[in-house]
């Protein structure tokens, strides 16, 4: 029996989670010192709840919560073992079903891309399925390339077939082609903040790009792997907003580490400019929420501008105007008003919104030639995403600073873009880049 | 150093394992048998002693785990390091916490400190290697097969070493977010008024206190924020055992 639920925010899903589940793990929202109060009161209470029984299983929106060993092989070959999983399957056999190559299954987890740990959790949640009773799947769209859905619907598949209870958690606007799909409320696709987004030139160019992941020895024996960037030389005017898509693991996140400085090439150059800006990117990464260094809002802006205060006053004030534009939007529009934020509403709650907007002021603050929004969507409802957005677009762009989003999602950004970077793989480790400027470049 | 290849991780059974760790591992614990080649009244020579099981110790790490995961290793030994050591030398001078010393007792501190360093540098590429020698994993899938007899003990000690290894995962997606937020490390990026002020040494000493400061508590909070997912995952373990019990 296959349940769906709508949710109009990331905190109304946990909430919905932790009372069906009563699990509630201290989370680290609120920063290390809230989050270690509570961690102390969860370990303390942690023997009395051991006896309890446990039979449901539960994709988290975070795919790294849902896996407990360094490797895919190791994860799944202890729920095979454990749960007894379809005599004389492997946990290879079963990766690969998932779309995880051998090679893959070698890795280790910290390698892995957002979308190949969901897979990855697929295939465990698979194996699980004789010890479990029901599983929910929180937002799983978020992370998962269209073209993998039919892997959502596996799972979903081997549960139902078992007699299992299968709880689908979405976030409104999530769209799962294939399944029920009259179910999905059309609330979203009504919405339209009507924001003027103008467009702003910027340029990349690379050549000869390539990086590469050497054999590893120890702990486990890990296969060597590249990605070799084609075509060998570009260099393009796009325009942003941008957008960028690709399947899952087919290099985006690292592509985008390069653009940000933080990964070097181990051949070739890659460079970005905007209207004279020359340098690296800046990056909203896609599990954000890490990116706050565990410190609250406040205590991550006093310590990232201890030592200059006037931008530290900017950075405060731009993270004021756009959570101030946000509530203007929200009070102004009737559907967004029934979604009830409390960012819209109450400055005393940390929502994941608030937190990657402040991140963002403080990277708008360093003047990037580019910020990148990694799956911004991750959390975000569709129609909260589009608000969100747009909202640091129009803030990006009165300061000249492009935005590049990637994104499964292309729908959710369909109104948005004007330029898209398109990954696809080629033969044996190249991926193929390919950019469409929707006919700005000839108007 | 990849065609030399040890492979003690794969040795069976995991007691016997454990023994040749423990082994190789004695001496900073118990200090022999260096003991036995130490002089009182030679620091250098005692320094020495060390540096040469360092060497050895950083050998046969280094056979086992491949020379590029050794260097990884040893970069994660030189910056605890030398943290410990600064850390150390800035509380040494703190007046209140050390009344005034004679002169031979301040050469004895930088004896102590320096040995200090040398034990610390040989020991901690060690001791990852030595946690990441176990694989939680088939530690639990060994469990499967055994009696009842302090099984939840046993998968509390799962549950352990592999919070011990996810240290390491949480170190390196850390290190990624400071990278990007500082792209040179030990600088902050927004340092207009530290660049402008005279006292620019001493605002930069406090930047960097600040930042270890920050790092202890993200790197702690980041690791236990996984552990109630994982101890969900070993009460399935302890669940599923017990129904089979039944």
Redesign the interface.
């Known amino acids: 029996m296959t349940h769906i639920e709508y949710f109009n925010t990331y905190e109304e899903l946990l909430d919905f989670l932790s009372r069906e589940t009563r699990f509630n793990p201290p989370r680290l929202v609120e920063g290390s010192s809230k989050f270690l109060g509570k961690f102390t009161h969860w370990l303390f209470s942690f023997e009395d709840t051991l006896s309890e029984d446990i039979s449901w299983k539960c994709i988290y929106p975070d795919p790294n919560f849902n896996l407990s060993y360094p490797y895919p092989v190791d994860e799944v070959g202890v729920a095979v073992l454990l749960a007894e999983f379809t005599a004389g399957m492997e946990s290879l056999d079963l990766l690969k079903q998932f779309e995880i190559a051998d090679s893959t299954a070698r890795r280790e987890i910290a390698t892995l891309s957002g979308g190949e740990l969901l897979l990855v959790s697929f295939a465990k949640a698979a194996a699980y399925t004789g010890i479990t009773s029901k599983i929910f799947i929180c937002s799983p769209t978020q992370w998962l390339h269209p073209s993998k859905y039919y892997l959502l619907q596996k799972l979903i598949d081997i549960y139902e077939e078992n007699q299992k209870d299968v709880t689908l958690l979405f976030l409104e606007g999530e769209e799962y082609k294939g399944y029920s799909s009259h179910l999905i409320p059309a609330a979203s696709a009504q919405y339209d903040p009507k924001i003027p987004l103008d467009a702003i030139p910027w340029n990349i160019s690379f050549n000869d790009l390539k990086i590469v992941f050497e054999e590893q020895l120890f702990p486990k024996k890990t296969p060597f792997h590249e990605i070799n960037y084609q075509p060998q030389n570009l260099n393009a005017e796009i325009f942003s907003p941008t957008l960028l898509t690709g399947d899952n693991g087919i290099g985006k996140s690292i592509f985008v580490k390069m653009m940000n400085g933080m990964v070097k090439p181990s051949q070739g150059s890659l460079s970005i400019r905007c209207l004279g800006n020359e340098g690296a990117a800046r990056l909203l990464m896609q599990d954000s929420l890490d990116q706050l260094f565990g410190e609250t809002i406040d205590d991550h802006f006093s310590r990232v501008f201890k030592y200059d205060k006037e931008r530290g006053k900017n950075a405060k004030e731009l993270f004021q105007a756009m959570l101030d534009r946000i509530k203007e939007m929200v009070s102004e529009d009737a559907l967004l008003r029934n979604l009830k934020l409390i960012a819209a509403t109450d400055d005393t709650l940390v929502t994941i919104l608030q937190i990657k907007l402040a991140l963002v002021a403080e990277r708008l603050e360093s003047r990037p030639p580019l910020l990148i929004l990694d799956e911004p969507d991750w959390c975000l409802s569709r129609m909260v995403n589009r608000l969100f957005v747009s909202v640091v677009i129009e803030h990006a762009h009165r300061l000249k600073v492009p935005v590049l989003i990637i994104s499964h999602l292309e729908d959710w950004y369909a109104e948005i873009f004007n330029s898209k970077l398109e990954f696809t793989r080629g033969t044996d480790f190249s991926v193929n880049i390919s950019y469409d400027n929707n006919g700005k470049l000839s108007a | 150093m990849?065609n030399y290849?040890l492979k003690l991780?794969e040795v069976k059974p995991t007691w016997f394992k454990l023994l040749i760790l423990i082994f190789i591992g004695l001496p900073p614990f118990t200090g022999w048998p260096l003991s036995r080649f130490m002089s009182g009244n030679y620091a250098v020579h005692n320094i020495s002693v060390w540096t040469a099981y360092g060497v050895f110790i950083w050998l046969f790490t280094g056979l086992?785990?491949?020379g590029?995961?050794l260097l990884k290793y040893l970069s994660v030994a030189f910056t605890a390091s030398l943290l410990i050591l600064m850390l150390t030398g800035v509380f040494s001078h703190i007046p209140f916490l050390n009344p005034e010393k004679p002169a031979d007792e301040s050469l004895a501190l930088s004896y102590t400190s320096a040995m200090t360093f040398v034990i610390m540098i040989a020991v901690i590429p060690y001791g990852l290697?030595a946690i990441?020698?176990f694989?939680?994993?088939?530690y639990?899938?060994t469990l499967?097969f055994q009696s009842g007899k302090r099984f939840?003990f046993k998968v509390h000690l799962a549950l352990a070493l592999?919070v011990c290894?996810h240290v390491g995962?949480v170190l390196?997606?850390?290190f990624?977010?400071?990278?990007?937020?500082n792209?040179r490390l030990i600088r902050?990026?927004?340092?207009?008024?530290?660049n402008e002020s005279k006292l620019s040494f001493i605002?930069y000493i406090l930047?960097f206190k600040?930042a270890v400061v920050?790092w202890c508590?993200?790197l702690?909070?980041?690791t236990?924020?996984?552990?109630?997912?994982?101890?969900?995952?070993m009460?399935?373990?302890?669940?599923?055992k017990h129904q089979k019990i039944k």
């Open positions: 990849a290849q991780s086992n785990v491949g590029k995961q290697f990441n020698c694989s939680a994993s088939a639990v899938q499967q939840k592999r290894q995962d390196m997606k850390l990624d977010i400071w990278r990007e937020e792209p902050p990026r927004f340092a207009t008024d530290l605002g930047w600040n920050t508590f993200a702690l909070s980041h236990f924020e996984a552990i109630p997912y994982f101890s969900e995952e009460r399935i373990v302890i669940n599923h």
